[in-house]
Each structure stands twice: as C-alpha cells, then as structure tokens.
C-alpha cells in the first residue's frame, strides 16, 4: 500500500492532485482543513491522505512513462472511469500502438526524428548519430531519451502510403475508396519488398538498443563514483570547498537566515586558509565563535545600580508570552521588590498567587496607568523596587510610549524589557520587537526549554541586536527556571551541543 498526504487551497484542487499523482484508483483515508495560526498568519488550507495498492501504482506508472506532460494534464482531466478503463485496457494489453495508449506515447526523440525520414532504417541510423554525440547529449536530454524497450518495440513502422506510389497502367475504382480502407489494402498490395527492409531496420533497431544500454551502464558508473565521493563532489559541483559546503548546508537545515550565512561565508574565505575551508571541524569552529560574538547580552539594572537606590523595571509584551511567570522568578532574586500587574485586556491570572504568598511577595493589581505611577512613588519612598507587568493590547503603542516617558521622567533608574517567547513565530516576534525596539532596554526569552528552532530565535535577535539579551525562562518552576541570558545557551540549541 503506498500513502501520501497531499495540500491544495481547495478540495478541488487536492482532489485533482490526488487523481493525477495516485490515479483514479486511490483511496481518501483522512481529509483535514488547517485553519492556521488564529487565522492570521496561515492561509486556510486542505490536507488528504490518500492510498493506493502498489499494484495499481504500478499500472498507473507504466501509462505515465510514455505520456508527456500535456498528455497527462489532458488525460487526468477526464472522467475517473474513463481514466481507470484506459489505465487497466493499457495494463492489459502492453503491445498496442493503434489504440489506447500505444499511439499517445510513442518516444519524443524517435517522432522528431522520424519526421521527413522515409523508412525505419533511416530513423534508427539517425537515433544511432544522435546517441554517439556523448553522454552529455545523452544526460543533457533525459526526457527525450527515456525510453524502455516496450516503447522501442512499437516505434511505429513506415505506412506504405507516404512511400513513393508505384505507377499504375489506370486509376482503379477502389482507390475512391475511404482512406481507413487504403490503409488495411497497403500492407498487402507492399508485401514483397517488406523483407529487406525489415531485416535492415531490424539490425539498426538492435544497434541502437545495445547503444542504449552502454549509455545507461555509463550513467550508473557515474552515479556511483559520485556517492562514493560523497560532499566533497557536491562541494565542488557547487564550486565551494568541503568545510564551506557543510556549513551552508548545516546552517539552512537550522533555517539560519541566509543574510547571516553569506556573512559568514564572507568572514571565512578572509581569514582562513584554502586547506582550513577544507576542513569542516576548523570553519565549523570559525562560525560558531562569530556567531557567539554577534549575540549581545547585558546585567539588569537592578544588579548593576547601588543597591540603595530603587529600580523601576517593566516588562512588557502583548500576549500570553510566560511574562507573569517571569515577572514572579525575577521579583524572587531580587530584595524589597513590589510586584504591580496590569493588563488592557484583563489578562491577568492568579496564577502567581500561590508563590507570590511562599515568598513573601507583595502584588498589586493596577487598574490603570496613573494608579501604576503611583504605586511606584509609594514603593520607590518606601525604599523598594517596583516590578511592572505590563501587558498591553497592540493598538494603544502611542499610549504605551507616553507612559514609558512619563515612568522616565518621574524616576531615576527605569528598565524596560520586552518579553517574547521562544515557542512563538519567528514573525510575530520580530514584530514585536520591531514596535517596541525604541522603548526597550533589553529582552527576556520564555520558553527557552520549549524551543525546537534556535535558528529562528537567532534570527530575531541578530535583527534586533541594539537591543541585548538579559533573561532566559527555562521553565515552570519558581525561582530556579530562570538564567542570565547567555550566548552559549543558544549556540548549543542550535547546534544541539551537550
């Protein structure tokens, strides 16, 4: 049984993909409708998963093989009965030329050959030129020159009636006759010189059949040679050296941005020698210690201000990001600290009740942003530090930075750090960071043990590098899934380093 799943738009349009791919035999075993992410960022499509037995497969590649690509388009269009009857009367009866699809899938390259050429000598003496020209010809024209020996078979023979008429002493009364008449009289009325030519045709049909085969013996040696040279044959076939080769590779199967490899690429060939590029283990080593290098991390302020002095520190995202969680780990490690939350949309759970309460932690529920301000005079004159947890919907950006600026203006020591998560879209998290970038002093990650693709959580920040890592989230647990922002954490995700 052989299963493939299959996208389209529309029903429609997967159905036809099924048909043309499976044929008309295939079985619907699962129709699925994905609707996206939230039905914003994905276009709605339909998945099918279809089946087929491997002996109906079989028939259906065997009319596949001498059908061009108008053929099939024209072909799958039809009827599914009338698709399934042609594909088993062809199954069937493999020798036909007249009917069915004997005559729609005579060889391209025979046709076009045969066109002004008067007998089937003549046609196999030129295939056989054509073929001597080499194997890049050959290789060159794969599509014209794939040809099994069924199809070889029935090339079809000369008709008589494009052979030069023989003069007759008067017209007869049967040549009014209609022209399928002609056609079924002319073998007989040509029957005595049928024997040379077909003994002649017959040697240059073998000659090109033993030809052919010497060129696909050819073609075989040459695959081998290259899978037994392995990436160094691909490395050249694409004129880069070895070690170059495997980390362009290796960096697009992490879905690295090709900006940031090419960068690389550029660094590389400056400053390392031919035989290094080479060597996969020297420019594997070379990119990893530039792109450790590019990632930008910093100390909170907290922890770098006199500890006398209060720290008003925001952290702000949109959406459910782990930003309450954060808040709570981060408002653990540090002394005298307020926990004020506010929300447009009311997001906020209590959730953090229960290690609020554990540790001691005092939480605040603003109910708008001039009671934010002055919970944070109230605690800044009590002599602690305020931690905002601020999520905001995304239309109010205008108000989000007057707010900021105010914070700015009343206090001596603000930080705003802007909350993503790792499990998110690469896209939505550039354009988070892209809107708020201006506001930012830094960035906390959530998520981090959750992330299955650090390529894109590289890509973000390598867009954003002004703004410096500073938090990782690295999990549930209060306070100890929390971690100073590091480039070697995200090194050894991406390259799986243990």
Do not use: W
């Not at 609707?35 to 499509?45: D, I, Q, S, V, W």
């Not at 391209?108 to 196999?124: M, P, S, Y």
């Not at 690469?426 to 992330?451: F, T, W």
């Amino acid at each position: 049984m052989f299963v493939k799943k299959f996208e389209a738009d529309t029903i429609d349009e997967a159905l036809k993909a099924v048909k043309a791919e499976l044929g008309p035999d295939a079985i619907i075993l699962k129709t699925i409708t994905n609707k996206g992410l939230k039905g914003a960022f994905k276009k709605k499509r339909i998945e099918i998963t279809a089946a087929v037995s491997e002996r109906n497969i079989e028939k259906k590649a065997k009319v596949d093989k001498v059908l061009n690509e108008d053929q099939k388009r024209d072909f799958y269009s039809r009827g599914a009965n009338s698709v399934k009857e042609a594909i088993d009367d062809y199954a069937q009866t493999p020798g036909q030329t007249a009917a069915g699809y004997g005559g729609m899938g005579l060889n391209r390259v025979v046709n076009q050959i045969t066109r002004g050429t008067a007998n089937i000598a003549g046609a196999a003496k030129n295939t056989s030129q054509v073929l001597k020209q080499g194997l890049d010809d050959f290789l060159g024209d794969d599509d014209d020159m794939d040809m099994d020996d069924d199809a070889r078979d029935h090339i079809p023979a000369p008709r008589p009636a494009r052979q030069a008429p023989a003069p007759k002493p008067a017209p007869q009364p049967r040549q009014t006759a209609a022209p399928r008449e002609r056609e079924m009289e002319a073998p007989v009325q040509q029957a005595a010189p049928a024997p040379a030519i077909s003994r002649e045709a017959r040697e240059m049909m073998n000659e090109l059949r033993q030809e052919l085969r010497t060129q696909q013996h050819k073609i075989e040696i040459l695959e081998q040679k290259l899978h037994e040279m392995g990436p160094a044959a691909i490395a050249a076939a694409h004129g880069d050296a070895r070690g170059v080769h495997q980390l362009r590779t290796s960096l697009k199967a992490l879905e690295v941005d090709e900006s940031v490899v090419l960068d690389l690429l550029r660094k590389a060939a400056y400053e390392l020698s031919k035989d290094d590029l080479e060597n996969p283990d020297v420019v594997f080593e070379f990119a990893l210690r530039e792109m450790t290098q590019s990632v930008n991390v910093a100390l909170p302020m907290f922890s770098t201000v006199d500890g006398s002095e209060p720290v008003i520190t925001v952290l702000l995202s949109e959406a459910a990001a782990g930003q309450s969680s954060m808040s709570t780990k981060i408002a653990v490690l540090k002394k005298d600290v307020e926990v004020i939350q506010y929300s447009t949309d009311g997001g906020h759970q209590g959730g953090a009740d229960f290690a609020a309460q554990v540790f001691g932690l005092k939480v605040h529920r603003a109910q708008n942003q001039a009671e934010i301000i002055q919970l944070c005079r109230k605690a800044t004159e009590a002599g602690k530090s305020a931690l905002i947890d601020l999520r905001l919907a995304n239309k109010q950006h205008d108000e989000t930075k007057k707010f900021i600026e105010s914070l700015r203006r009343s206090f001596h020591h603000v930080e705003v750090l802007i909350t993503i998560s790792a499990i998110h879209a690469e896209l939505y998290n550039r354009k988070i960071l892209s809107r708020y970038k201006d506001l930012a002093d830094g960035l906390i990650i959530s998520h981090v043990d959750l992330c299955l693709n650090f390529g894109a959580l590289y890509n973000v920040h390598r867009a954003h590098s002004k703004v410096p890592l500073k938090f990782f989230g690295t999990g549930p647990v209060v306070p100890d899934d929390v971690e100073s922002a590091t480039a070697e954490r995200i090194m050894a995700g991406l390259f799986q380093l243990h």
